[in-house]
């Protein structure tokens, strides 16, 4: 069964670092979605990229985060100058449709020290 | 911001028992999905309801959409322990893209 997979399951960096969460989503999913969990809170939607652009972003994604598509399978999230508080569980996900099932990776746990 | 509140958040039950878990809102929904999260996991979609009234079966798992499309009722049939873990509702509004999830509710079922 396709599924997305997240990679590094688990990176610890310096506060001031700049980090790079991959994803692949499914092969023929068109919509990309990062999501993020802080430990013991809820899921937050961070951006949704479709159509080589983001199409809609939260508060939250502010210019310390950027979104691309380098190629035709890589989705990436990159977070500049890394902050105590990025620390969290960054999930992507990818649906075929708009407003379509989404299916969501096992997630890339980020540690900023 | 639109929130999801659910209820209860936690629940400890015993197997064989029935259990409802509840997810309000004060604003309208064009859809409204649940997912199970196992720990070190990305949530898994359970089911997507629609329709305003509109009730899901899914085995031992019955999902309903409220009438104003503002809450939602995950009941649960029998509980099983591989029924343990963490339920999400999360709703989409029209024309956006983006999911608001809830704020959960661990489910732990004991043999």
Redesign the interface.
């Known amino acids: 069964e396709p599924e997305?997979t997240q990679t590094p399951s688990h990176q610890v960096t310096q506060m001031g670092q700049e980090v790079i969460l991959r994803c692949v989503p499914i092969s023929n999913h068109l919509?990309f979605?990062w999501?993020r969990q802080i430990l013991g809170q809820?899921?937050?939607?961070l951006v949704?990229f479709?159509n080589n652009e983001i199409?809609?972003k939260?508060e939250i994604f502010d210019d310390q985060f950027s979104v691309e598509r380098p190629d035709g399978s890589n989705f990436t999230l990159k977070i500049r100058s890394t902050k105590l508080e990025d620390s969290a569980m960054y999930?992507c996900?990818s649906s075929r449709e708009?407003?379509g099932?989404?299916?969501?990776?096992?997630?890339s746990r980020l540690t900023v020290l | 911001t639109q929130l999801l509140e659910q209820s209860p958040q936690f629940l400890s039950i015993q197997e064989g028992e029935n259990l409802t878990v509840y997810c309000n809102s004060s604003s309208v929904f064009?859809?409204l999905?649940w997912y199970r999260q196992e720990p070190?996991?990305?949530?898994?979609?359970l089911v997507?309801v629609v329709t305003g009234g509109e009730v899901k079966k899914l085995k031992r798992l019955t999902f309903q959409f409220g009438d104003a499309r503002k809450d939602s009722s995950l009941h649960i049939t029998a509980a099983q322990p591989g029924d343990t873990g963490l339920y999400?509702c999360?709703g989409?509004h029209f024309g956006?893209?983006?999911?608001?999830?809830?704020?959960?509710t661990r489910l732990t079922i004991i043999p």
């Open positions: 997305v919509y979605y999501y809820k899921v937050e939607f949704s479709y199409s809609e939260s999930f996900a708009s407003s099932e989404l299916f969501f990776g096992e997630g | 064009s859809s999905q070190g996991e990305g949530p898994v979609l997507t999400l999360a989409e956006n893209e983006k999911l608001t999830f809830g704020t959960g």
